[in-house]
Nanobody, 128 residues
Framework: QVQLVESGGGSVQAGGSLKLSCTAS????????????LGWYRQAPGKESDLVAS???????QYADSVKDRFTISQDNAKNLVYLQMNNLKPEDTAMYYC??????????????????WGQGTQVTVSS
């Protein structure tokens, strides 16, 4: 059974940094984590979920305008990990953050319903 577990969330003051991790496990034989599309989404209370960052099979990244130059998505294929480094955090970054993984190669930025697996989320709270 596929499982994604996020970690690294917490409470920080504005201007601080956090690094979120998402560990993937339980994939069937032949599933190649490094070939999949990966994404981080966030959802603030009362708001819809938004894409924060994503990375395709080819390594192309995309970021929400609000996090460009502050957040970085990366992956460690040997450990089935995807990271989200968040610097210069702002109160408006406060949200539950979720990682998502596709079930196969992804050569474009995916829509939310194109991801097959989702984590349970990790809370990020930024105070002013």
């Amino acid at each position: 059974q596929v499982q994604l577990v996020e970690s690294g969330g917490g409470s920080v003051q504005a201007g601080g940094s956090l690094k979120l991790s998402c560990t993937a496990s339980g994939f069937s034989y032949g599933y190649i984590f490094s070939n999949c599309g990966l994404g981080w989404y966030r959802q603030a209370p009362g708001k819809e979920s938004d894409l924060v960052a994503s990375i395709t099979t080819a390594g192309a990244t995309q970021y929400a305008d609000s996090v460009k130059d502050r957040f970085t998505i990366s992956q460690d294929n040997a450990k089935n990990l995807v990271y989200l480094q968040m610097n210069n955090l702002k109160p408006e970054d406060t949200a539950m953050y979720y990682c998502a993984v596709s079930s196969g190669p992804s050569w474009k930025t995916l829509e939310p319903d194109e991801y097959s697996y989702w984590g349970q989320g990790t809370q990020v709270t930024v105070s002013s």
